[in-house]
């Protein structure tokens, strides 16, 4: 009994549970990089430069990943030690240098690194295994990449003459 004297509401059941799991930030994951991918195309980024985003794409999952343990075991030695410290000030005033100078560059490096450690932590709260969830973060930030193409491909399929 409640403090109204009625019984309490049972919480409704979903009958399929199709909204858990992580679909809302592989939705947002997907989004960030087709927003970067856009803006590669907006640039008119050379094929060098793609290859450098797809790389960034693999390392980062990677990371995420599969080389989260070795991570964990790196960043931990780095506060034990005066030297690795020093060097991590170093690092850090470096990027902050190229936050002011290239900061759109910076901005969507910094929304594509989070982007993947929020999907990371849902698939780590869903239970999937790091192999799976480094292909899940490389296929989804893929996807997004590709999409970028997506608006160029459609234009220039509605242009070209038929027959």
């Known amino acids: 009994m409640s403090f109204l004297g009625h019984a309490p509401m ?3 059941q979903s009958a399929g549970r199709v909204w858990d799991g992580p679909w809302l930030s592989s939705l947002l994951l997907v989004i960030a990089y087709a927003t970067y991918g856009g803006y590669l195309r907006s640039l ?4 060098s430069r ?7 794409v693999l390392m980062v999952a990677a990371i995420m990943t599969l080389g989260w343990g070795w991570c964990r075991q790196l960043i931990i030695f780095i506060f034990k030690t005066n030297l690795a410290f020093i060097l991590l000030a170093l690092i850090l ?8 100078s290239q900061f ?3 901005a969507y490096l910094v929304l594509l690194v989070t ?3 929020l999907a990371r932590v849902d698939l780590l709260i869903a239970k999937v295994d790091n192999v799976i969830a480094f292909l899940s973060l490389t296929l ?7 999409l970028a193409w997506l608006p160029h491909l459609i234009q220039a399929t509605a242009q070209a003459p038929l027959g």
């Open 115 to 117: 982007a993947s450690l």
């Open 50 to 56: 793609w290859g450098v985003s797809v790389a960034f």
């Open 93 to 100: 005033a470096t990027l902050a240098m190229v936050a002011v």
């Open 10 to 12: 049972a919480k409704p």
């Open 104 to 106: 759109r560059v910076f």
């Open 140 to 146: 989804l930030s893929l996807l997004g990449l590709g």
């Open 44 to 47: 008119g980024a050379s094929a």
